[in-house]
């Protein structure tokens, strides 16, 4: 079942590269393995896949623990600020940061261990008042502090579309991350890249590749529904 799920998601975001003229290797498949077990991930591995995501730090820090060395570990839930240091030097992407004090915090632990903390700045594009990250008109001033801080490297941008029945209604809000991208790299920022672009997740992942996104979260489509209550 897994084989078949993951070799669905391949053909779709093979397809949705086609259609918008870019190259599959622009698209990196993170799949989103929070409250699926070990063994499930394992089998995952096994078929090719070695980028994970998860929402929560002592789930990722345990799991982290038992698989593969060479697994690419990625924080894409909310984080808090005295959970950063079980897990900076064990991702290799935060994709949530939205405050100066989590960026600071960030900073702290990553120069503690003598790393680079990579990180994306989650947007509140669609502004739901029930989600995380910042509105548009607060990213630029945001990453011109978080630029300063030297054990901490922006890499791109992230954004959680609302769930809707027609992925389509979510096309606007991925076109304006990437056009908030743009904005950004033509300010040519010191140590600011912004070309990763984390966007779409089982509902919706081909109309972001269609709209620039560069990594795609994909959970259910892969691992099927998750089970909050065991
Ligand atoms: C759970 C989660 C996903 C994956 O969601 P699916 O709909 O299962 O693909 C993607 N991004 C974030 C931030 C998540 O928390």
């Not at 590269?17 to 409250?35: Q, Y």
């Not at 690419?72 to 004090?101: C, E, F, P, R």
Request: charged share 25%.
């Amino acid at each position: 079942m897994l084989k078949e799920q993951l070799e669905d998601v391949e053909r779709r975001i093979q397809a949705a590269c086609d259609r918008s003229g870019r190259n599959r290797e622009e698209v990196t498949l993170i799949a989103v393995s929070k409250t699926k077990p070990a063994e499930m991930i394992h089998e995952a591995y096994q078929l090719g896949i070695h980028v994970y995501g998860e929402n929560k730090v002592q789930e990722l820090a345990e799991k982290y623990e038992v698989l593969p060395k060479d697994i690419q570990w990625h924080m894409i839930g909310h984080l808090q600020t005295n959970k950063v240091k079980y897990i900076v030097d064990k991702t290799a992407l935060i994709h949530s940061v939205d405050s100066l004090k989590l960026a600071e915090t960030i900073e702290k632990e990553a120069a503690k261990r003598d790393c680079i903390a990579n990180i994306l700045i989650e947007v509140n594009v669609a502004e739901e008042e029930t989600k995380f990250g910042l509105k548009i008109d607060e990213v630029i001033p945001f990453i011109q502090k978080v630029a300063k801080l030297p054990h901490v490297r922006i890499q791109g941008l992230m954004t959680i579309a609302p769930y809707v029945e027609n992925p389509e209604e979510n096309r606007s809000i991925f076109a304006n991350l990437h056009k908030l991208s743009v904005d950004i790299m033509n300010k040519n920022i010191d140590n600011v890249n912004v070309s990763v672009l984390s966007m779409g997740m089982t509902n919706d992942y081909e109309v972001a590749i269609e709209e620039g996104a560069t990594m795609v979260r994909i959970g259910t489509g892969i691992f099927g529904a998750r089970n909050y209550n065991i």
